[in-house]
C-alpha cells in the first residue's frame, strides 16, 4: 500500500520561491498520476497541478499558470511542486495525490494521500 509524505512548505513572503516534494514509499509511484491540490481555511479543496505517470503531460490551474511548475522522478519515487512569485492567495495547506489520472483534474480520482504540507506567504 503506497504512503505519500509532503515536505518543503513554510512561511516566505510574496515573490519569494518554495518547493514541494511528494515521496512514496511501500510501492512504486511510476504508474500512477501525481496531483497536487490546496485548501485553505473556509474554503474547498482546489486542484493546483498535475502530471501523468510518465511526465510527458502537465496540468495547470489558471491561477498557478506560469508560476508553479511540477515535475516527478519515478525512479526516485518522488513528485515535487516549484512554486515562484507567491502571492498571499496561495497560502494553503498542500497536498499531493496518486491516481489513475483518468480525470485528472478531479480529487475524486485519487485514491492516495498525503497528510499536507503548509504554505504560508506573507504580504
Known amino acids: 500500500q503506497m504512503q505519500l509524505v509532503e515536505s518543503g512548505g513554510g512561511l516566505v513572503q510574496a515573490g519569494g520561491s518554495l518547493r514541494l516534494s511528494c515521496a512514496a514509499s511501500?510501492?512504486?509511484?511510476?504508474?500512477?498520476?501525481i496531483g497536487w491540490f490546496r485548501q485553505a481555511p473556509g474554503r474547498e479543496r482546489e486542484f493546483v497541478s498535475a502530471?501523468?505517470?510518465?511526465?510527458?503531460?502537465?496540468y495547470y490551474a489558471d491561477s498557478v499558470k506560469g508560476r508553479f511548475a511540477i515535475s516527478r522522478d519515478n525512479a526516485g519515487n518522488t513528485g515535487a511542486l516549484q512554486m515562484n512569485s507567491l502571492r498571499p492567495e496561495d497560502t494553503a495547506l498542500y497536498y499531493c495525490?496518486?491516481?489513475?489520472?483518468?480525470?485528472?483534474?478531479?480529487?475524486?480520482?485519487?485514491?492516495?494521500w498525503g497528510q499536507g504540507t503548509q504554505v504560508t506567504v506573507s504580504s
Open positions: 495525490a496518486a491516481g489513475p489520472g483518468v480525470r485528472i483534474r478531479n480529487s475524486n480520482e485519487y485514491t492516495v
Open positions: 511501500g510501492r512504486r509511484i511510476n504508474s500512477y498520476a
Open positions: 502530471i501523468t505517470w510518465s511526465g510527458g503531460t502537465t
